[in-house]
């Protein structure tokens, strides 16, 4: 019983941040009690690797004492991040919520895999039942749809390219890309960056990754993805693939669906819609139609650990047309995929896979979605978003910043620059992008040593270092909003 203890109080003391959730209604409503906890203790790697307050990485040769063990856990959660904290700005992927957690503990308590019934029926059940209510949700019919969970969103991209290849040569599976055409491919310049990877690790090659011009707001333009196409084409390629972003990772834009769909009937090209941060806006009455026309998409990617706060990772590849993902990757390897088991063998899902050992990432969503129910997560997501056009107000008045673009934002990210007094007076020109572009960072590297708050920043094409602030957890409320504005300020005044 020593051990279940002392792992007990590790947990219970996690992060000394505390957040409640009271569920009513099925519908989780997030509490905040105490936020008076940094959001890290930063070190530098060398700091931790020499070891810090009886916190070693050293792996020793003889047990450690269970006292030692609970030192280490404590340490652990110290000197990592709190990425449920209200203030933890960062990344698409924050919050912590306690079903969520609770499914992942009973996930490694049954330390089972995902390629066959026989040795995780319940789990490979889950997943068609929660494929089938993503499918719907995005507006398939019952007899269409396919999918599998993936170990992120990169891929997810990267099954809807495999498929999608397939699909024009099937030949590839058995005697590769010998066998192909020069291929292309369409993304827009603010898509995320899998889809070059992607390319590169099928043997595509990262050039043939068609880029297409985007407008002000970040949204690709549908005349220019068609002269792109047909440049292609004149080259002497094949055109086989485009990739629509809802919800891209810097500016929060949706490409238009709709249009980019009637190019790829035009042209018979695959269409995917790379849904990892967008998708789960598709759970909310008031915001769903931002992604009219994914209903059109050959594929869909949507990683519920994003806006629907499930613990990472929980993401999914659908497939509109059923079989294509096992036909693509049936290798049936006799040891697991028999066909005379005394049970119907499609439930052997591990085909469809390009993995053989698959992570149980179904129960965390399917019990969150028990928790809340599809309302809960459309409230959680309208709460996001509420949060950012609080931030994009807030920001307008105060001439302490400046919004990389004035529309109101799509998604809940918010794109800005902190002006210190010091540029305010600078007409524009490179001596000020020079000058602003080091302020994101400078502010960014005392902001980890203070720990109080975080943020991300990045430069985007012609645009110097601005801040980029995303909203997934439905626990921030305006004060913490009002006090990330504040430390910036106060970070940055002497600039």
Known sequence: MAPIGIVSECFSDFGNFVLQIVCVNSACTYTKILCL???????????????????????????????????DCRDTLKYGVSTGHPRFFNQLSSG???IGVAGEWLTSTANTNMFTYEVSPVFILMEEVLLKKMQSIVGWSEDEGDGIFCPGGTISNLYSILVARYRVCPEVKTKGMGALPPLALFTSEHSHYSVKKSAAVL????????????????KMIPAELESSILAAKSKGLLPFYVNATAGTTVYGAFDPLAAIADICHTHRLWMHVDAAW???????????????????????????HKMMCVPLQCSVILVK????LQECNKLGAEYLFQTDKPYDVNYDTGDKSIQCGRHVDVFKLWLMWKAKGSDGFGSQVNKCLENAEYLYDQLKRNSDFQLVFKHKPEHSNVCFWYIPPSLRALQPGPDRDRRLHEVAPQIKGR??????VLIGYQPFG?????????????????????????EIITLGADL
């Open 37 to 71: 906890s940094k959001v890290l203790d930063f070190h530098h790697p060398h700091q931790l690797k020499d070891g810090l307050e009886g916190f070693s990485l050293d792996l020793p040769e003889h047990a450690e004492t269970l006292e030692q063990i609970l030192v």
């Open 96 to 98: 912590l919520d306690v």
């Open 203 to 218: 043997g595509l090659g990262s050039e043939s990754v068609m880029v297409v011009t985007c407008d002000e707001r970040g």
């Open 278 to 304: 967008g998708g789960g806006l598709l759970m909310s009455d008031r915001h769903r139609r931002k992604l009219q026309g994914i209903e059109r998409a050959c594929s869909v990617t949507w990683n519920p």
């Open 321 to 324: 047309k059923p079989g294509l």
């Open 447 to 452: 902001m980890m040593e203070k720990g109080s």
């Open 462 to 486: 012609d645009k110097v270092n601005f801040f980029r602030c995303v909203f997934s957890n439905p626990a921030t409320q305006p004060e913490d909003i009002d006090f990330l504005l504040n």
